[in-house]
T-cell receptor, first 113, second 110 residues
Framework: DVKVTQSSRYLVKRTGEKVFLECVQD?????MFWYRQDPGLGLRLIYF???????EKGDIPEGYSVSREKKERFSLILESASTNQTSMYLC????????????FGPGTRLTVL | QKEVEQNSGPLSVPEGAIASLNCTYS??????FFWYRQYSGKSPELIMF????GDKEDGRFTAQLNKASQYVSLLIRDSQPSDSATYLC??????????FGTGTRLLVSP
């Protein structure tokens, strides 16, 4: 059973803080993804990674960076948090080549004050 | 901009009825299509995927794909109150880059 975990369910930060969101998967998946979900806008891809130390920009990478030092861990970094980054952040992982599904973590609700 | 469109709903159906959820997509080159279910406060979970034109059935769920019309649908037979959720349509635009619709909220009344 695939398990994707995220470091926090709820997080409150202040404007300008550096924020780290951690994601860990236990199924040896090659691919990992970070999305944010906002009402009326749906899920939008921020960054993804096909392998360790590899990263690709998604549709809305501005204001974010990522790190993947180990296969099982994919971190999303908000260099200087802003109020418009208040959102639900969802991590997902999948295997290659069987791209039948991306398994999602439980999400982190981030509030930036 | 590659887009996936869904009616936000809510779609209200009585228990036992067939719920029909629809999705259109703009990228004609898309090959893989997914339906996720998302309960309030929870993360999305995959319920169906389809690659080829036609129908794919899994229990009470049927996914339908028409690539010529760029149209994907999900039918839920014998709808149950536990099916009440938001259903997200997603399209793989290449290399597992999924573009999601904003979702259709389904309400199944007892």
């Amino acid at each position: 059973d695939v398990k994707v975990t995220q470091s926090s369910r709820y997080l409150v930060k202040r404007t300008g803080e550096k924020v780290f969101l951690e994601c860990v998967q236990d199924m040896d998946h090659e691919n990992m993804f970070w999305y944010r979900q906002d009402p009326g806008l749906g899920l939008r891809l921020i960054y993804f990674s096909y392998d360790v130390k590899m990263k690709e920009k998604g549709d809305i990478p501005e204001g974010y960076s990522v790190s993947r030092e180990k296969k099982e861990r994919f971190s999303l970094i908000l260099e200087s948090a802003s109020t418009n980054q208040t959102s639900m952040y969802l991590c997902a992982s999948s295997s290659t080549p069987a791209a039948d599904t991306q398994y999602f973590g439980p999400g982190t609700r981030l509030t930036v004050l | 901009q590659k887009e996936v469109e869904q009616n936000s709903g809510p779609l209200s159906v009585p228990e036992g009825a067939i719920a029909s959820l629809n999705c259109t997509y703009s990228d004609r080159g898309s090959q893989s299509f997914f339906w996720y279910r998302q309960y309030s406060g929870k993360s999305p979970e995959l319920i169906m995927f389809i690659y080829s034109n036609g129908d794919k059935e899994d229990g009470r769920f049927t996914a339908q794909l028409n690539k010529a019309s760029q149209y994907v649908s999900l039918l839920i037979r014998d709808s149950q109150p536990s099916d009440s959720a938001t259903y997200l349509c997603a399209v793989d635009t290449g290399f597992q880059k999924l573009v999601f619709g904003t979702g259709t909220r389904l309400l199944v009344s007892p």
